[in-house]
């Protein structure tokens, strides 16, 4: 078992930054990668960015979101940048035990074996 908690959401004037952190416990030697997906009310979840021998990020939030991870803290990042009125939404680490190899790899909920309770995040416009 792997648990994940999330940190760091909070209120932010659109062109604001935010960095969101997630800290695991338990199992940690066997996640092969961590991702952050997040979702707003009314709409499904979604992607947003992933980490394992390499990176992944949403069309959407590429060039302003980058996602890191420090192994030895057993802690997983993201810091975004030049927020945006859609980047609002709850925000949700997960973690995957699964080794999968791909072009499209871990940008799927289906990927991930653990997830934290989720983190509020609010751009204001």
């Known amino acids: 078992q792997v648990q994940l908690v999330e940190s760091g959401g909070g209120l932010v004037q659109a062109g604001g930054s935010l960095r969101l952190s997630c800290a695991a416990a338990?199992?940690?030697?066997?996640?092969?990668?961590m991702g952050w997906f997040r979702q707003a009310p009314g709409k499904e979840r979604e992607f947003v960015a992933a980490?394992?021998?390499?990176?992944y990020y949403a069309d959407s939030v590429k060039g302003r979101f980058t996602i890191s991870r420090d192994n030895a803290k057993n802690m997983l990042y993201l810091q975004m940048n030049s927020l945006k009125p859609e980047d609002t939404a709850v925000y949700y680490c997960?973690?995957?035990?699964?080794?999968?190899?791909?072009?499209?790899?871990?940008?799927?909920?289906?990927?991930?074996?653990?997830w934290g309770q989720g983190t509020q995040v609010t751009v204001s416009s």
């Open positions: 997960a973690a995957s035990h699964q080794a999968l190899t791909g072009s499209n790899v871990y940008t799927r909920g289906v990927d991930y074996d653990y």
């Open positions: 338990g199992r940690t030697f066997r996640i092969y990668a």
């Open positions: 980490i394992s021998d390499r990176t």
